[in-house]
């Protein structure tokens, strides 16, 4: 089975902080994405990446950015955290791009910005 | 660009009631896909669609795409306390990332 791994399932940070969440799946998947959830709002999706060191902006990557050194890791980036950026935070990775791009997502990680 | 729409946000149903979401795209989709989010949980893959007027099955739940390839249907028959949660639609055309609709919470009283 496919395993979509986040760091933390929660975390509380201060406002100004920069925050890192990790996400690591181990199926070789070329494709990693990073969505946050809120309630009403559905999946908005942040960023995401086709490929190692490739990264491409989502509908609403204000205040974020990413990281992709590796195949397997896929990090998003909260350079100075914000209290409207408290939400549910969850990555995904998948195989195929386009058709067939069946989403594993991880367990999710419930950010509260202080 | 492309706009995905859910409906209804919310739906309430007594258990043994049938239950059904819709989902509505500004484009013409190359498939459209299901998910499903237990509360507390994370989305789970359910099925994908790709050709036009599809429908398939799975136990009491029937998907559909529509004949243009830009609405879908996920119907639930005799729902049980199994089925509560968020079910989603995404879909996409070529090579783009999926987009997602809001979802739509379904609750089942017992």
């Known amino acids: 089975d496919v395993k979509v791994t986040q760091s933390s399932r929660y975390l509380v940070k201060r406002t100004g902080e920069k925050v890192f969440l990790e996400c690591v799946q181990d199926?070789?998947?070329?494709?990693m994405f990073w969505y946050r959830q809120d309630p009403g709002l559905g999946l908005r999706l942040i960023y995401f990446s086709y490929d190692v060191k490739m990264k491409e902006k989502g509908d609403i990557p204000e205040g974020y950015s990413v990281s992709r050194e590796k195949k397997e890791r896929f990090s998003l980036i909260l350079e100075s955290a914000s209290t409207n950026q408290t939400s549910m935070y969850l990555c995904a990775s998948s195989f195929n791009r386009g058709l067939g791009e069946k989403l594993f997502f991880g367990s999710g990680t419930q950010l509260s910005v202080l | 660009g492309q706009q995905v729409m859910q409906i209804p946000q919310y739906q309430h149903v007594q258990e043994g009631e049938d239950f059904t979401t819709y989902c509505n795209s500004s484009?013409?989709?190359?498939?459209i896909q299901w998910y499903k989010q237990r509360p507390g949980g994370h989305p789970v893959f359910l099925i994908q669609?790709?050709?036009?007027?599809e429908v398939k099955k799975q136990k009491r739940l029937t998907f559909q795409f529509g004949e243009a390839k830009k609405n879908s249907s996920l119907h639930i028959t005799a729902t049980q306390t199994t089925d509560v949660g968020t079910y989603f639609c995404?879909?996409?055309?070529?090579?783009?990332?999926?987009?997602f609709g809001k979802g739509t919470r379904l609750s089942v009283i017992a």
């Open positions: 484009t013409t989709l190359s498939n």
């Open positions: 669609l790709v050709k036009s007027g």
């Open positions: 995404a879909g996409n055309s070529g090579n783009t990332p999926l987009v």
């Open positions: 199926m070789d998947h070329e494709n």
